[in-house]
DNA sequence: GTCTATAACCGGATAGAC
DNA sequence: GTCTATCCGGTTATAGAC
């Protein structure tokens, strides 16, 4: 590794723990610079803003929350259940950052920030978003038709970002509301898709999917 | 009117045209003040922050939202035709601020801001945002089944914020994407209306309007 | 007590020397 | 690649005028 390598790493690191201890507005790039033993200046070098390093967060928690959604989906059969058990376990990782979470939706909004999921840069974020999603749908038994298979990781993941929404404004106790909204959604998604991946329904199916792939970019 | 009245006031109408023609992140507060005559800590005096006066902006918009949606309601009559013509005009009126639109967005999206429609100090906004899908749903012929015409204007405000959301990032000619994702989901929601609201499917609204209710707040 | 102005602070970002 | 000095703009402290 290379010693710029190891300078940039030494940044990202910094700002992931003073971001983590005192949040995201609290943390200045002086501090940042500082604490990983390098000049403002130098930061700078290497990161064009504090928002990229940001994003180094979010891709640090995307990482924690594929690893943690692995035991449940190596257990957990039917579509609903795998569904249901990444996004709970995806409730559990984000759970330490409520306080300050609203930031990192906030630039998720801006179609200018690198974090925002259509953005070019950010797009191996959601394409990983998306990746997780493929496999609830792909190995689940009983299948899921496959045309409907091939959009449903797009749209589960546009769901989970509602998710994220309503989270962000969840105040109940233990988050409890945004739990229940799991449950009851997934149960509804879930009879969706066991409904419309009937061969009976193959015409209707496919006007809907039409709908879908006209609405979305690429 | 006072004189501390009248220089809110010009102070208001200062920061609204320079967003107008510069966007909000261009604007500084300094523009704001010298535009308006009067000092920069005078400024802060009246308004707490720029966020604050980027509401009063927001509230502008909506109600130019508002009017513009009045002859189309008073010349539509069914529900899907009602909504459409609603739906489109609001595209219409905020044509012009595409360009700084995320901004808007993004703090809304933030749960301290005043901006956020879950706000306190925002639900003025939220229900007026309401109170025009009321009339949307309340004077359509033939009529909506009536325990989902009470649900309606909450979850078709919540439907125009991701219309908003889908429009920020449209950078089609003409905004055309826009103006399909209207017409295609709009007739999507009129058809799920129509078909909810024949008595026999009373159980299973019943069903799905319990769920609306638990999850939403207040 | 209501209002206005100036000067400063703070933190993100950049220029330019080394 | 790295630093220092500086800019810029949101925000605040403060002093004082009416």
Redesign the pocket.
């Known amino acids: 590794m290379?010693?710029?390598e190891r300078?940039k790493q030494t940044i990202v690191a910094a700002a992931l723990e003073l971001f983590r201890e005192h949040g995201y507005?609290a943390?200045?790039?002086?501090?940042v610079?500082k604490h990983a033993?390098?000049?403002?200046?130098?930061a700078?070098?290497?990161f064009?803003?504090?928002?990229v390093l940001l994003q180094a967060f979010y891709r640090e928690v995307h990482d924690a929350e594929v690893a943690a959604a692995e035991p449940a989906l190596a257990s957990a059969h039917s579509f609903r259940e795998r569904l249901r058990a990444v996004l709970h376990s995806k409730l559990e990782v984000i759970e330490p950052y409520h306080r300050f979470s609203a930031l990192m939706f906030r630039s998720a909004a801006d179609p200018k920030s690198p974090l925002n999921p259509f953005h070019p840069d950010g797009r191996d974020v959601r394409r990983g978003g998306e990746a997780l999603f493929a496999r609830v749908v792909d190995e689940a038994r009983p299948r899921v038709a496959r045309d409907l298979a091939a959009e449903l990781p797009g749209l589960l993941w546009t769901y989970s970002m509602s998710l994220v929404l309503f989270w962000i404004h969840d105040d109940s106790p233990e988050r409890e509301r945004s739990r229940a909204f799991v449950d009851r959604t997934t149960d509804l998604i879930a009879t969706a898709v066991r409904v419309a991946s009937n061969p009976l329904m193959r015409p209707l199916r496919k006007k809907a999917l039409d709908l879908v792939r006209d609405l979305t970019p690429n």
């Open positions: 290379s010693k710029s300078t507005e943390t200045t790039m002086r501090m610079a033993g390098v000049s403002v200046g130098n700078y070098y290497y064009k803003s504090k928002d």
